[in-house]
Nanobody, 120 residues
Framework: QVHLVESGGGYVQAGHSLRLSCAAS????????MGWYRQAPGKQRELVST???????NYADSVKGRFTISRDNAKNTVYLQMNSLKPEDTAVYYC??????????????WGQGTQVTVSS
């Protein structure tokens, strides 16, 4: 089992920054792919960014150049630095851990989410 806890959300004005953290417990996640997803009211959950165990990153077009994902395996934590925030970034942000298990199935875990609200 992997337990994920997000923190760092809040209410900010457009143009400002926030850093989200996702602390994992239960097992080390250094071999897991980690990601951030978000869900705005009335919309489907969407991918924001992912980082592989090797450190390769991927970003949604809407956040490229503004958001940076990173991981600290010693702390079992993943971060999402969000700069130049826009009102359209307003959503609940969820942390995700995913790995292909030895059984052949994909293990996936979600955090409870943290609210980010950006005012114009």
């Amino acid at each position: 089992q992997v337990h994920l806890v997000e923190s760092g959300g809040g209410y900010v004005q457009a143009g400002h920054s926030l850093r989200l953290s996702c602390a994992a417990s239960g097992r080390a996640v250094e071999s897991w792919a980690m990601g951030w997803y978000r869900q705005a009211p009335g919309k489907q959950r969407e991918l924001v960014s992912t980082i592989t165990s090797g450190g390769s990153t991927n970003y949604a077009d809407s956040v490229k150049g503004r958001f940076t994902i990173s991981r600290d395996n010693a702390k079992n934590t993943v971060y999402l630095q969000m700069n130049s925030l826009k009102p359209e970034d307003t959503a609940v942000y969820y942390c995700n851990a995913q790995k292909l298990l030895s059984t052949g199935s994909v293990g996936t875990y979600w955090g409870q989410g943290t609210q980010v609200t950006v005012s114009s």
